[in-house]
């Protein structure tokens, strides 16, 4: 399969601090590959040097055959981006909010129309697509945010901590929501979050990040079964049943690779 | 670009701030020509027509000030109102990042908010001459001549690069401020500062440089240009002295010493040739240059910041 982001050692620093340390990953088309890591690993900035917005220190990437630097709008036309807290013109409605990204992308007028009713349809907020945004509830928000990165048709999202804030009722319709676009529609997405259980739902494959660098990368099963080893060799066979069973969580893999260091 | 250019004009238009700001400042600007008109009318009658009666509506001083006063103290709210939240309500909105995200130049987005600020105050200016000089006419009863309009154009011309100054300095301080309060806060203070203390201090240092002696015009003369010169530091003041000599073709340097009133001018208009519309130009021109580059340089400077800014703060 094609990689749709493909990144070779990047590094960003700022001041004294590397953001970002000789990173180097892909993703494949399709798939959804979850980018976890806690709060300040430099999951944005990595994000953020992808789509061209921030510059990076050495290394390069391409995305969708693009190299960001050189050439950010082409990037920025396909990639849906969906950035942390996401905002609105919150006087405006839900459609004419996505009608002004719509022009943004140069869309006549005509298309747009049914773009946003089926990007609105989508993510069931069809019903409220006139009522100014102002009045949205956090997870309606965070939904419209999804439909505002479809309007463009990218064949790459990249969501930056999309269920952040949000109760369980609306994380669930959130991750539904990326995975039925990820299958449907062949959409290839980057999920950033510091939350393991959720990623775990959705996530083809992970890649776990901590302070700037690439700890491990793999499916989830991949990385339970190496934690597992880890386990059953630092614990001599103590290890307790369930791990020996295999059924290590998310949480205990990311335990590990957050304690190292 | 024209795509958020045409959203921050929609913006302009239907925001509430700009609806109050605008039924002020054409409140104001009515009642001011009201009664100037009125006391021109009282003053004029019975005596023959006096060229440039037209101009005087915009340069007399009814009850309290003429409204090229009021404009050039005025005008800077209008521009700093526009432009103070440009891009920090943006960004403390989140919106900054998704539109930066979209495909287009980051250039486009600090452009088409200075260009549709520009084009929002040239469209209020515009409508609120022709309004007052609509008014003016059923009540002084005289039409502009082709050279008192050309002069209106280019008071409107200096108006619209002077407000432009302000909105560019607005703007400038919504970039580098983070909090919409505090960059509402620092332009209105150096509006303030330019208004009232440049003046002040200028007088001042002028007496330190060149103490004035009452008998010794030489001194005075003296005195009196170099607390000019600093002065025109302050764009209030270099948008006055061009004003209101463009206004008044009797006016042949920006300073004058003695206050006239319209009945002295009218006297004087006996004796003295007025300047033509060109020389009045080629006087005020320096001030529109300096105006203009005033804008510019601010508008340039928060180009540079915007574009070199780290997204990761935005």
């Known amino acids: 399969m094609a990689a749709v982001i493909e990144t070779h050692e990047l590094t960003k620093i700022y001041g004294r601090q590397k953001a970002v340390d000789h990173l180097t990953f892909e993703v494949r088309q399709g798939e959804i590959f979850g980018f976890l890591g806690p709060n300040g690993a430099g999951k944005t900035t990595t994000i953020l040097m992808l789509l061209g917005l921030s510059e990076p220190t050495s290394g390069n990437s391409r995305v969708l055959g693009f190299d960001p630097v050189r050439e950010p709008l082409k990037v920025k036309e396909r990639v849906g981006f969906m950035p942390e807290n996401v905002g609105f013109y919150d006087d405006m409605t839900a459609r004419s909010n996505l009608q002004y990204v ?17 990007a609105l349809e989508k993510v069931k907020l069809a019903n409220e697509a006139n009522k100014p945004v102002g009045a949205y509830s956090r997870g309606m928000r965070q939904r419209l945010g999804i439909a505002e990165v479809l309007i463009k048709n990218p064949k790459l999202i990249i969501l930056d901590e999309p269920t952040m804030g949000l ?30 259980h959720q990623t775990q739902k959705v996530c083809d494959r992970v890649g776990i990040l901590n302070r700037g660098r690439l700890v491990a990368k793999g499916t989830i099963e991949e990385l339970a079964r190496e934690g597992i080893q880890a386990e059953l060799a630092s614990a001599n066979g103590r290890g307790t049943p369930a791990d020996r069973r295999g059924l290590i969580s998310l949480e205990d893999i990311y335990m590990r690779y957050f304690k190292e260091e | 670009m024209f795509t958020i250019f045409r959203k921050e004009i929609a913006d302009h238009f ?20 009201y009664t100037v008109s009125m006391n021109l009318r009282s003053e004029i009658s019975g005596g023959a027509k006096i060229e440039y009666l037209f101009l005087m509506l915009f340069t007399t001083s009814g009850q309290f000030f003429s409204l090229i006063q009021f404009i050039a103290f005025f005008g800077p709210l209008i521009g700093i109102i526009m432009g103070f939240d440009a891009i920090n309500r943006e960004r403390s909105a ?105 003046g002040f201090g200028s007088g001042l240092i002028a007496d330190v440089i060149a103490p004035t002696d009452q008998n010794n015009p030489e001194l005075m003369l003296k005195n009196a240009r170099i607390a000019g010169a600093i002065s025109r530091v302050s764009p209030v003041n270099l948008y006055s002295d061009a004003t209101s000599t463009i206004m008044d073709p009797y006016r042949k ?48 400077v928060s180009y540079l910041v915007f574009m070199r800014q780290e997204v990761r703060s935005i």
């Open chain 1, 167 to 196: 109760d369980p009722e609306g994380i669930n319709s959130v991750l539904e929501l990326i995975k039925s676009l990820s299958v449907e529609e062949g959409i290839s997405v980057l999920l950033c979050s510091h939350l393991l």
């Open chain 2, 253 to 300: 340097t920006t300073k004058s010493f003695v206050l006239v009133g319209p009945m002295e001018k009218i006297s004087m208009s006996r004796f003295n040739s007025a300047l033509s519309l060109w020389q009045s130009i080629l006087v005020v021109a320096p001030y529109l240059t300096t105006l203009v580059a005033l804008t510019a340089v601010c508008f340039a």
């Open chain 2, 94 to 198: 989140g919106t900054l990042s998704k539109l930066l995200s979209q495909p287009v130049y980051r250039d486009a987005i600090i452009n088409a908010k200075f260009l549709a600020g520009i084009a929002t105050i040239s469209i209020m200016f515009v409508s609120l001459v022709l309004l007052l000089s609509g008014l003016g006419m059923v009540a002084i009863g005289v039409v502009p001549s082709g050279q008192e309009a050309a002069r209106l154009a280019v008071y409107m011309l200096i108006s619209i690069a002077y407000v432009g100054f302000w909105l560019g300095m607005a703007i400038l301080f919504s970039i580098i401020l983070r909090s919409i309060g505090t960059a509402a806060l620092a332009s209105v203070a150096l509006w303030i500062f330019v208004s009232f203390f440049v």
């Open chain 2, 14 to 33: 239907n925001s509430t701030r700009f609806l109050i700001l605008f039924c002020l400042v054409i409140g104001v600007a009515l009642l001011t020509t």
């Open chain 1, 102 to 118: 719509a022009r943004l992308n140069s869309l006549p007028d005509s298309q747009s129309k049914k773009r946003i009713d089926d």
